[in-house]
């Protein structure tokens, strides 16, 4: 059965730094992109990152472009996601999510449980 | 970029078929054949139900299916069931701009 268990997040002061961590289990780790995605209160889903099977692929959204990092281990069948310079904007709910392809797709397959991350002023 | 369209909201009665569309540019569903759909039921993790435009994933019912047309997708759902009563989001993938989900539908079961 394919999981991703998140951890991290929490609530930090505007310009502060989070680190997300979304451990999988199940499937073949390095064969698959990997993706976060966050969900503001009372808003609709947002794609945020995405890193292909082997970590050398990223993208971001605009909106987190220089501020957020996404990386993987691959050795410990790990995402994370490494948030600087928060803003009150940022206070989400992240999730993260596996592809069904090695690189880009859109296809997002299985999901962590969420994580709340509150920017407060 | 901006978000996709969709409605804010869809209802219907059991038994019932509904349409959700999803409207983008020619830069995103227009151009590519990466389009999915998802369910996402409150304080749950959304749940995919159709990729590549009209494919449905192993295990998700067939009462779900979808359509693209240009620029505009869409999801139906036939045999509406009260289980069905959700937000539901179309997502595309953009060169440049990485992917773009809709602005959601807020599904209601009469």
């Known amino acids: 059965e394919v999981q991703l268990l998140q951890s991290g997040g929490g609530s930090v002061q505007p310009g502060g730094s989070l680190r997300l961590s979304c451990e999988a289990s199940?499937?073949?780790?390095?064969?698959?992109?990997l993706t976060w995605v966050r969900q503001a209160p009372g808003k609709g889903l947002e794609w945020v990152s995405s890193i292909g099977g082997t970590g050398t692929n990223t993208f971001n959204a605009d909106s987190v472009k220089g501020r957020f990092t996404i990386s993987r281990d691959n050795s410990k069948n790990t995402l994370y996601l490494q948030m600087n310079t928060l803003r009150p904007e940022d206070t989400a709910t992240y999730f993260c999510?596996?592809?069904?392809?090695?690189?880009?797709?859109?296809?997002?397959?299985?999901w962590g449980q969420g994580t709340m991350v509150t920017v407060y002023s | 970029q901006s978000a996709l369209t969709q409605p804010a909201s869809v209802s219907g009665s059991p038994g019932q078929s509904i349409t959700i569309s999803c409207t983008g540019t020619?830069?995103?569903?227009?151009?590519?054949?990466?389009g999915s759909w998802y369910q996402h039921h409150p304080g749950k993790a959304p749940k995919l139900i159709i990729y590549e435009d009209t494919k449905r994933p192993l295990g998700v019912s067939n009462r779900f299916s979808a359509s693209k047309s240009g620029n505009t997708a869409s999801l139906t759902i036939s045999g509406l069931q009260a289980e069905d009563e959700a937000a539901y989001y179309c997502?595309?993938?953009?060169?440049?701009?990485?992917?773009?989900f809709g602005t959601g539908t807020t599904v209601t079961v009469l």
């Open positions: 997502c595309s993938y953009a060169e440049s701009h990485g992917y773009i």
């Open positions: 199940g499937f073949t780790f390095r064969s698959y992109a």
């Open positions: 020619r830069n995103d569903i227009g151009s590519y054949s990466l």
């Open positions: 999510a596996k592809d069904r392809y090695l690189n880009r797709g859109g296809a997002f397959d299985a």
